[in-house]
């Protein structure tokens, strides 16, 4: 008598494997209709060169129209000249529009009375520096910034809270990191920009995986089994090393926070988002 | 066709609590549904179609009585028809000081709709993206009922994912059951069955369809919402199984969309000959029935057998 073995030994979480026809079918249904229900025909996106504002880029386009999307690189003087060239790479693939906008005046205008700020807040200044440019860009065309934020660093908090984060619109905020390189794969974007070590560029030779301290691809898998309700100890027991799904646990549950709207005092009945509930598109 | 039953499965995009602009577009489609041949007797509406799913508080400004929306309706209707029609929609109900998520099954044409049965939605799913019990009441009964065509029933969204309601519906004599739903598409991963496109929830629900539609030999008729909610996409994706668990039709994704499709009732009979899984059931009701009051016994909750059953526990 021969022993079968079980087709699937343990339930998991979903696959992080996912359909990027049907995604960009989706995501592109999403775009137009969040733009036609706001009445906004153009989009702004600022593009850094890495592949998060690439894949945002190009869904923009194919929801809205090359004419009606407007690529904003927002460099400053320390940004890597690769970046702005990654940057004009998918602006000429997409055939759009495009603005530079220097920041180093601004933001070192304002450093120049804080002239002690470690790396840290100096990105902070650079992050909410470029959303005023985009912002103030999105009124000049009358179009609507687009964000880029992935679900990973919005998971890890690994953006400047309401500035990043900020954009009304984000297509890629339920995406993974490691699935937004399957969709920029699929997209066309350039092998360049998918290729190379993901970077905030807020200074020299930093990557993501080394402020993180771990992998996207193993980032992802540790965070798509903690969403998907299993204990870190559950993991360790299936194979995943322990300092690492503490890491990744640690980030995840001091961040919370980062993914909320400001704490505001609740003294009536009728509090907003409380109490008194209602959808952001009614 | 004998026994044939023409329907007309409209996947509809509301504009987001906006009654009177979505009364007008139904004015507007209605001539088009009815100009064609066969001119249909039912036309299928999804769940909360008349305002969008997801209002949370709004749902206090959106409810209206099932008469008033189904008089609504028949405006809507006369406005570029002649003749009756049945229709079957979901909306925001107010009911007697209470707030539900019900559907309507009314003939229009006449100098007001009449109204033949209101299902108000027993499971409200309050889970994951899902908040209804904290807006909405549950109903409490499932029961079919006599149109001009035959006899249906209704199931609203979750409804029909516990096989308990369909089995009701169908032992009560139903021959189609309209499933009116609002389900916001969940599961992007690719899918092995390639005849379907979708989300895995759309898989889910094409699966359902025709389970339920073969365990009883009935027609299962699911009306999607389409459209985008505040980051929610509704994919549409309604499908039609027949009593033998076959697709009679399915809409495309993402977009609105017409079903006309005519359904042979008599199909029902040959399914049921074929497999008489719902004879059997009714043979062995009984005894189910005392497992489920055991069950339910032991639980702590007691099944109550007056006018208006409620489990409590």
Redesign the interface.
């Known amino acids: 008598m021969e022993f079968i073995l079980p087709l699937v030994e343990r339930a998991g979480p979903p696959p992080l494997a996912i359909d990027t026809t049907l995604v960009t079918e989706w995501l592109v249904s999403f775009l137009r209709a969040e733009f036609g229900r706001r009445k906004f025909t153009k989009a702004v996106v600022g593009m850094s060169g890495g592949v998060d504002s690439a894949v945002a880029g190009f869904l923009a386009e194919r929801a809205l129209g090359p004419r009606n999307v407007v690529a904003i690189r927002m460099p400053y003087r320390t940004s890597s000249p690769e970046s702005l060239e990654h940057a004009s790479l998918v602006i000429d693939a997409l055939g759009v529009d495009s603005r530079t906008i220097d920041i180093s005046p601004a933001v070192d205008g304002y450093l120049t009375m804080e002239p002690g700020a470690d790396a840290s807040r100096r990105g902070n200044v650079m992050a909410r520096m470029r959303m005023i440019a985009l912002f103030d860009l999105s009124a000049k065309y009358s179009a609507l910034p687009v964000g880029t934020g992935n679900k990973t660093e919005r998971l890890f908090g690994y953006f400047t809270w309401h500035a990043d984060d900020s954009p009304p619109v984000n297509p890629l905020g339920d995406l993974f990191k490691t699935q937004v390189w399957q969709l920029a794969r699929h997209l066309g974007v350039p092998d360049i920009i998918i290729n190379k070590p993901a970077s905030a560029d807020l200074t020299q030779g930093q990557t993501d995986e080394g402020d993180f301290g771990i992998s996207y691809a193993r980032a992802d898998e540790i965070l798509n089994w903690l969403l998907s309700g299993y204990e870190p100890d559950e993991l360790v027991v299936r194979g995943f090393d322990t300092s690492e799904v503490e890491l990744v646990r640690k980030r995840l549950s001091s961040t919370h926070w980062k993914r909320k709207l400001p704490t505001v005092a609740m003294l009536s009945p009728t509090a907003i988002g409380e109490s008194y509930l209602r959808p952001v598109d009614y | 066709m004998s026994h044939a039953l023409n329907l007309a499965v409209v996947q509809f995009q509301p504009n ?2 906006d009654r009177p602009g979505n009364l007008a577009r139904f004015a507007e489609l209605f001539p088009v549904i009815m100009g064609r041949t066969p001119r249909p007797d039912v036309v299928a509406l999804a769940e909360t179609v008349l305002t ?1 799913y ?5 749902v206090h400004e959106a409810a209206c009585t099932a008469q008033d929306f189904a008089n609504d309706l028949n405006g809507a209707f006369r406005a570029g028809c002649d003749g009756m029609v049945d229709v079957v929609a979901g909306f925001y109900e107010l009911h007697q000081n209470t707030y539900y998520n019900s559907a309507v099954y009314a003939t229009l044409g006449g100098d007001s709709a009449e109204v033949l049965h209101v299902h108000r939605k027993v499971f409200l799913p309050t889970y994951g993206v899902f908040d209804e019990e904290r807006f909405v009441d549950h109903g409490l009964d499932v029961r079919a009922f006599d149109t001009r065509w035959g006899r249906a029933a209704i199931l609203i969204c979750e409804d029909v994912w516990h096989g308990m309601t369909a089995t009701a519906a169908a032992l009560d004599g139903a021959q189609v059951i309209f499933v009116p739903s609002a389900s916001p ?1 969940r ?5 092995p069955d390639e005849e379907v ?4 929830s759309m898989h889910r629900w094409e699966r359902l369809a025709r389970d339920r539609a073969e365990e009883h030999g009935i027609y299962v008729v699911v009306t999607q919402l389409v ?5 929610k ?1 509704f ?1 549409g994706g309604s499908v039609v199984a027949g009593p033998a668990g076959d697709v009679r039709t399915r809409a495309p ?2 977009d609105e969309a017409v079903l006309p499709v005519t359904l042979d009732l008599d199909d029902i009979t040959r399914a049921r000959a074929r497999s008489p899984l719902l004879a059997d059931l009714r043979t062995m009701l009984p005894h189910l029935v005392r497992s489920l009051k055991q069950a339910a016994a032991e639980t702590g909750a007691t099944i109550d057998d007056r006018a208006n059953p409620r489990v409590r526990g």
């Open positions: 987001k609590g969008g997801f209002l949370e508080g709004g598409a599961g992007a991963w690719p899918q496109r979708g989300p895995a459209g985008n909610e505040g980051g996409a994919p994704l993402w």
